[in-house]
């Protein structure tokens, strides 16, 4: 996350200092170490999986993507590798092609007609930290189309978290950019394009990573009635001046005129936000309407799209008077693109693609790079739609839905290369409610989550695709964690995860020195308790290191039904705090290590087992030293997606009453851009269909799986667009092929007064195919559809249930404080009090800094005779040797306390594994506090492990 001071797992750095930049050396000198090559191209062949090999999960994406290693080039490919900070270890697939010598080239092969492309790539730093520019060949067919500018401007970042510029400090990451340019003209399937190196003078090296191809072709006309930014307020389209106070004016103007503000084809530069409320802002689309730029002097101002802030909600800074009185309302984002020029991590400054709060908006088909985030919404605020967007090379998120943000939704949104969470919901003081990441990508998280929700009431994360997290953090993340997420703003209510699936994720920590699972629970802040969180049918693919994994606090109500893992680096469930899970047809295999589950909490993680389990459990779990990963374990070629359990037949028909094209496969004679006809059937009126515009007759037909008794369809629009009139028939077919008119052409109004929803009754009959046909609409000259429902059927009874008997706990044997719940007089960033009952040394408890006394208590549960205490530290040698005093206090009740070891310094080396043992006369005790006063080591009370035994 960014916007804030707490790091992921982030704390004073315990790790060698100068590695990094032995790194980054080794990296920016990659053209004295790679392997000479001959005049014969490598041919292409398979890499690891790509996100977008997984059919019917995440984004609906405009452009068909290649990887550079599966490509014909005479580069030397470079990976696979997952440690971070190799250059290999960012690339999606964590292989990619590097090329350093003039001449040489990645070439890929057309599969679809295209007209521009996108290139992921990589150069390196420059000795003062400022990045180099460059540039490649683009070739068609051989022959020079253009050279690509290229820079490393944006990225190479260096040190502790929130990170610089020096490359003299450790920890060098975010070594990827990407670039997009147009070919100037459309060329088929089948056409060779080549990005060859031209001259190393400006780079020694070039890694290419990807490239994206589409056809994006012209740009979207100017709606009737607009207000223009240059014909009418004098905005500058070359870029040669700022344009900002003439954006303004025209948003403005459009609010009180009630009319939409249009951006035409143009590089826009605005030195600092403009405020939107009340007001529609489109472009001619994210290739051909671009806003950019920063203040020259004052830094914290840049380009950006901004609600009004409200007062005493999550942005806590300087707001200005038209920047006061939020949310806005009503608010309109759609079609360009805001690219950009942040090249730094400053938390506090406001240099967003988008920010504010927007409540009852819709930001649809934005292009959002090189800012710091790509929308931080700060609430409350309600109701907000981000779609059909793509979100890159950002230094922190992607979005983040921040302060009480409530009913909002991230979907069909492609988001890749951010330096912190990809997509994420913070309740931080104020809850977050009934919000919704779906049918969304994120590939390549720099740091942190792709996915997460910290804190939150009723969160659905569903049917998104997740890959590649690089470094402190997973797949996706529920969690009790960061400031403010705790009480009512915890996790809470249902937590729906379902059909997702996680390629590649979870990754070691560097601060925790141990992997972080692709699917991953934390109670940091308090436990998880009262909640159902709910993971369902979804697939956890290669992942790096363990696929679930639970650490940090104790947490109830996790069910985990229908989930396949196939690969895992180390264990398929990785446990480091007691927890209560049910497992249902829960299904491992290619798991590393020989014992499949790591558990170092014992009994305190109960287990309930349904049927249709295997490959994940054991009766004696591995507690140990960490192993090294062993990656490759996982598919190869995309799996079938996973299926609901018991699986129900295809012929089966859906309840009565039921919308039968939900979900279902669905055909369009045309799309415009990102308005893909399975926007359609998924259920969410704010994503839609749009065909190709100024050419009617248009179809959408959906195939029902199997002849239905259909008697009615419904058509939807977005709920917040104006009114029109569409013109179209509704026609049926069996077999796809013959078609009958089923209703005749008609004129059906959309009202945005009546939730924008035509309902078309139908005469009786079986039909299989059902299509419409639009030949006219009076809003916009093209069909449009959100939800296509149609409606028949018969009813069918569900399979009963059955509940699994409880599992039956032992009491507590060995440690009895593993997994106990255990408080603390304070704690620093995110080194909570749990870390000391997660049964790994490596985690640990750190006290407020500088402020002696501090103390950690274990509540055992019951009163048991105890006489030893076992205290450890990381046993790192990075931790140095230090003497810690403190003293041991007993209770019977948590109120009453009395000493039972006198205060006394005990040292810990990590000659001797940085652990003591404190002795005293057997006493029986519930609780057990240690009072710390003193640490020669860090001016802090330090913990990797409180460890109670009986007498």
């Known amino acids: 996350m960014a916007a804030h001071t707490t790091p992921h797992h982030q704390r004073t750095v315990r790790f060698r200092a100068g590695l990094a930049a032995l790194a980054a050396a080794a990296l920016a000198t990659t053209s004295l170490t790679v392997v000479a090559l001959t005049s014969t191209a490598t041919p292409a062949r398979a890499a690891g999986l790509s996100p977008f090999d997984i059919a019917g999960r995440g984004a609906t994406v405009p452009f068909v993507e290649q990887e550079a290693e599966r490509a014909v080039h005479t580069g030397t490919r470079i990976g696979p590798d ?29 599969t679809a007609p295209a007209d521009a492309v996108t290139f992921r790539y990589s150069l390196p730093d420059n000795a003062a930290g400022t990045g180099r520019d460059a540039s490649i060949d683009l070739r068609a067919n051989g022959a020079l189309v253009k050279a690509v500018p290229v820079t490393s401007r944006y990225g190479w970042y260096y040190g502790g978290y929130p990170f610089n510029n020096n490359p003299g400090d450790t920890n060098p990451h975010h070594f990827y950019d990407e670039t997009r340019t147009l070919f100037g003209s459309t060329y088929p399937a089948g056409t060779k394009i080549r990005l060859q190196v031209s001259s190393t003078a400006q780079s020694p090296t070039f890694t290419i990573d990807l490239a994206d191809f589409e056809l994006v072709g012209g740009q979207i006309a100017k709606p009737a009635g607009a207000l223009d930014v240059v014909t009418d307020f004098g905005a ?17 103007a459009g609010r009180a005129q009630g009319r939409t503000v249009w951006i035409p084809a143009g590089t826009f530069t605005l030195w600092d936000h403009v405020v939107v409320d009340g007001v529609t802002l489109r472009g001619a689309g994210p290739w051909y309407s671009v806003l950019g730029g920063r203040h020259p002097t004052d830094r914290k101002r840049a380009a950006g799209i901004y609600g009004k802030y409200v007062a005493g909600g999550g942005y806590g800074g300087e707001i200005r008077p038209h920047e006061a009185g939020g949310p806005s309302r009503n608010v309109t984002l759609r079609d360009f693109a805001i690219i950009g020029d942040i090249r730094e991590r400053v938390d506090e400054d406001q240099v967003n693609a988008l920010g504010g709060a927007m409540s009852n908006s819709v930001v649809d088909n934005l292009w959002l790079q090189h800012t710091k985030v790509g929308a931080w919404m700060d609430g409350p605020m309600d109701n907000l739609t981000i779609r059909n967007s793509r979100i890159l090379d950002q230094t922190a998120d992607g979005v983040n839905f921040h302060w009480g943000v409530t009913n909002s939704t991230v979907t069909n949104t492609f988001v890749r290369n951010t330096g912190d969470d990809g997509l994420a919901m913070w309740a931080q003081n104020v809850p977050n409610v009934n919000n919704a990441f779906t049918f969304n990508t994120v590939g390549v998280t720099i740091l942190a989550n792709n996915l997460v929700t910290y804190g939150g009431r009723d969160i659905r994360i569903t049917d998104n695709v997740t890959a590649d997290s690089v470094t402190n953090g997973g797949g996706i993340h529920v969690a009790n964690r960061y400031p403010g997420v705790n009480g009512p703003t915890a996790v809470a209510g249902t937590i729906t995860v ?32 009262g909640a159902s969180i709910n993971v369902t049918d979804t697939d956890i693919l290669d992942s790096s290191y363990a696929a679930l994994h639970w650490i940090e606090g104790q947490t109830s109500g996790i069910n985990l039904t229908n989930v396949r893992i196939d690969g895992a680096g180390t264990f398929a469930l990785q446990v480091q705090a007691a927890s209560q899970v049910s497992f249902t047809n829960v299904r491992a295999s290619g798991i590393a290590q020989a014992n499949p589950m790591y558990n170092c909490v014992g009994s305190a993680f109960q287990i309930t087992q349904g049927a249709g389990n295997s490959g994940w459990y054991s009766a004696s779990p591995y507690c140990g030293p960490w192993p090294e990963p062993q990656w490759g374990n996982g598919p190869s070629t995309p799996p079938s997606p996973t299926s609901p359990t018991p699986s129900p037949s295809s012929t ?13 496969p669905v055909t369009a004679s045309s799309t415009t851009q990102t308005y893909a006809a399975a926007n359609a059937v998924d259920g969410n009126a704010g994503t839609y269909w749009e065909s190709a515009n100024n050419t009617f007759p248009q179809t959408l037909t959906v195939d029902l799986g199997a002849a239905r008794a259909v008697d009615r369809v419904v058509l939807k629009l977005p709920p917040t667009w104006e009114s029109r009139t569409q013109t179209l028939s509704v026609l049926g077919s069996t077999d796809g092929s013959t078609w009958t008119t089923v209703k005749a052409s008609a004129g059906y109004a959309f009202d945005p007064a009546a939730g924008n929803t035509v309902s078309i009754p139908l005469p009786a009959g079986d039909r299989r195919y059902v299509r419409l046909s639009v030949t006219g609409n009076t809003g916009w000259p093209a069909g449009q559809a959100a939800e296509f429902e149609v409606y028949g059927g018969t009813t069918t009874t569900p399979p009963p249930t059955t509940t699994p008997p409880p599992s039956t706990t032992p009491p507590p044997s060995g440690n009895l404080a593993a997994g106990r719940p255990v408080t603390e007089t304070s704690h620093a960033d995110v080194y909570g009090a749990a870390n000391a009952v997660d049964g790994n040394a490596g985690t640990y408890w750190e006290s407020a800094n500088n402020a002696f006394p501090q103390s950690l208590s274990v509540d055992l549960g019951a009163t048991y005779p105890v006489s030893r205490i076992v205290l450890k530290l990381p046993p790192s040698s990075a931790w140095q040797t230090r003497t810690q005093t403190l003293s041991v206090l007993g209770s019977t009740d948590g109120s009453t306390w009395t000493t039972v070891k006198a205060s006394a310094g005990y040292t810990f080396d990590p000659a001797t594994g940085n652990t003591a043992t404190v002795t005293f006369p057997a006493t029986s005790r519930r609780h057990l506090r240690l009072t710390f006063t003193g640490n020669t080591g860090w001016p802090a009370g330090q913990l990797g492990e409180f460890e109670v035994y009986a007498s």
């Open 236 to 252: 500058d389209p070359t870029g040669a001046t700022d344009s900002t106070a003439r954006f303004q004016a025209a948003v403005d």
């Open 82 to 110: 997952r440690h971070y900070g190799t250059l290999p270890s960012e690339a999606s697939g964590r292989e990619a092609v590097t090329l350093d010598a003039v001449g040489e080239y990645v070439e890929f092969t057309l």
């Open 498 to 529: 379902a059909r997702n699936t996680l390629i590649r994720n979870g990754n070691s920590d560097y601060n925790w020195r141990f992997g972080v699972g692709a699917l991953w629970f934390s109670a940091l802040n308090e436990p998880i308790q």
């Open 652 to 664: 089966t028909p859906p309840p009565s009453g039921g919308n039968l094209a939900l979900g279902r």
